[in-house]
């Protein structure tokens, strides 16, 4: 769970892939989302979220991969250079999850040193690495809202992530940022 990737959807700033993950959760509780949204860090978005888990949606287990696979997608969308640049730093390494008690998203370590868990996230995570390495038309700064029932945020459909001003504002600066640490990097030489 990492902070500093805010994701714009629509005119709302979700700070953490985590809150919208948790928000997309419960579609037909717009009092849940937002207190959802609101927080901080990814791990009070999850920790918020947990009473209300009786109103989580009907489909939950069904789509819930899909619905992360889409939040960390998103989180790519609206911090295209500094999450691209994360994920392809880490080579063909394995991405983990390191939980305490999560054996789906993550693994556990066991007293050997092993991991044992599905690593759901470290998987798609990934995935999403690989595609990266092959995305020579940037496809990845947009992401497409699923196909799925109640795919709504504060009570609205969700829209395409990554080409609205906001994202590209973001993507921008990046871009500028990025350009001026070269520069940097260069007259230092």
Known sequence: MATGYSIKVGDIEVRTSEALYQAC????SLDVQKMIIEQKSPMMAKMKSKPFRPKT???WDMVKVKIMQWCIRAKLACNYYKFRDLLLSTGDKSIVEDSHR???WGAISQEDGSLVGENV???LLMELREELKVDKMNNLKKVQPLKINDFNLLGHPIPIIGINDDCNKIIEKEEKDKKLRQLQL???E
């Open 25 to 28: 959760r419960f579609p037909n």
């Open 57 to 59: 949606r009907p489909d």
């Open 102 to 104: 999560d054996r789906f």
């Open 121 to 123: 996230l470290g998987r």
């Open 186 to 188: 260069f007259n230092k």
